[in-house]
């Protein structure tokens, strides 16, 4: 076998070619992070004001955030091998889904029952908006710094903390309503916050996970 100076660069030519550049899935499942916080900080801005507009930007927002999905998804079905375990990556992308996805169910409730946003919907978004923004920052230093991502799984977990009791909070003051249809109308609302604060909280332990792991 030829040992000539292009022998090197024909054996990594033909190389590529037989195997395929391994995706950067850590890269999508930081874009699918992104579409998910570009989507709770709509969700944030809707549960301050209300609009049909900013509703419609958080739907567009899960729609994009899906499809982002669907591509780390591929990427992982076709890696021979990747950085992070690739169940753990299936795991923690099927969790991100699911925070913008309950913030879709609230908007949703809130639109068949037409209970508006209030101070009350707008101080749990708050938290929430930064609980995810902690999560997309953790997703980034997955490899570069565990450590780090660590501190920002704890962050995004601490951030929603307290929407359990903002939650009493505006249980206590709706249960002043002499009016049962307004009660139960904005309880069921009030509730999906906690159900995304709890979806967020899932998403930061295993990420946490991972972190183990890799120590």
């Known amino acids: ?21 391994a995706p950067d899935v850590i890269a999508l499942l930081v874009t699918q992070g992104d579409r998910t916080l570009a989507g709770m900080d709509a969700f944030n801005e809707w549960s301050h004001r209300g609009g049909q507009d900013i509703a419609e930007a958080v739907r567009s927002a899960q729609h994009d955030a899906y499809r982002a999905r669907r591509e780390l998804l591929s990427a992982l079905q076709a890696a021979l091998s990747t950085p992070v375990d690739q169940e753990d990556l299936f795991i923690l992308s099927e969790r991100i889904d699911r925070v913008l996805s309950k913030a879709r169910d609230a ?78 109308a904005g309880e069921v609302f009030y509730r999906r916050y906690l159900e995304v604060a709890d979806s967020i909280i899932a998403v930061a332990d295993r990420l946490w996970f991972l972190v183990l792991r890799s120590a």
């Open 1 to 21: 076998m030829s040992s000539g100076p292009n022998f090197g660069r024909v054996r990594a030519s033909w190389w590529r070619r037989v195997v395929p550049a």
């Open 107 to 184: 908007l949703r409730e809130a639109e068949v029952l037409g209970h508006k946003p209030d101070l009350h919907s707008g101080k749990m978004a708050d938290r929430l908006a930064v609980g995810t923004r902690a999560l997309l920052t953790g997703f980034g230093l997955l490899l570069s710094d565990p450590e780090e991502a660590g501190r920002q799984a704890d962050a995004a977990s601490d951030a929603v903390h307290h929407v359990e009791r903002d939650y009493r909070e505006a249980m206590a003051e709706l249960l002043t309503i002499d009016e049962p249809r307004l009660v139960l």
